[in-house]
């Protein structure tokens, strides 16, 4: 259906495909902002109004954290040093780091991951995977899990424990740094449930030490 205009209508599809576009321009420009190490008050405030006029991405991951964040920092008219500091590390975190350092086209988003970083238990627990692993093969992180009397799931259950990020972001993934599982795994996380995010490094280290 088409709209008075001639253009598609506002189906929720449609919303979302907005949404999802909005979100990757947000990621474009977190990369450029963070590029030359320095934030400034004129790119805070630039940030703000961008989230501020694309409502419809505002409300979503990680939008809705950039945003709270952002508008908290500019609410006194000042931007000091301190501010910037954070703020850099929150867009650094969101534009996934340099990816030229590994040699791939992109890093995973540090921004979901649990903070502190959570003791992991294998044995019992369920475990999924997404992005790409500097350790191994995904055949390889499954194995680690198992041989040790861990559970692996291929999507986002109620049932599962632990999301392990890869390092390297996947070409499959809709957004540049983050996928699908990983905003549904927010999504759990915010609603209360038992799920633990967690990166490459973090659960290599706890292989290590079994």
Request: with cysteine; aromatic share 8%; net charge negative.
């Amino acid at each position: 259906m088409k709209d008075e205009h001639g253009q598609p209508s506002n189906s929720r599809f449609n919303l979302g495909l907005r949404t999802d576009r909005e979100i990757n321009e947000l990621i474009g420009l977190c990369k450029g902002m963070v590029s030359d190490g320095i934030v400034n008050q004129a790119e805070a405030e630039f940030l703000a109004s961008w989230l501020t006029l694309n409502a419809e991405a505002r409300n979503e991951w990680p939008a809705n954290v950039l945003y709270e964040r952002v508008r908290s920092m500019l609410i006194d008219g000042v931007f000091d040093e301190n501010e910037e500091g954070e703020l850099l590390a929150l867009l650094a975190k969101v534009a996934g780091g340099n990816a030229g350092r590994v040699n791939a086209h992109s890093l995973a988003s540090g921004l979901p991951l649990d903070i502190p970083e959570p003791s992991i238990e294998i044995p019992g627990k369920q475990f999924c995977f997404t992005g790409k692993f500097l350790f191994g093969s995904r055949n390889t992180c499954h194995k680690e899990v198992t041989t040790r009397g861990g559970l692996v799931a291929d999507s986002i259950t109620n049932e599962l424990n632990y999301l392990v990020i890869g390092v390297v972001g996947s070409r499959d993934w809709l957004h540049s740094t983050f996928g699908r599982k990983i905003q549904r795994a927010v999504e759990y996380r915010e609603r209360g449930k038992s799920l633990a995010i967690v990166s490459e490094e973090h659960f290599v280290k706890s292989l290590q030490t079994r």
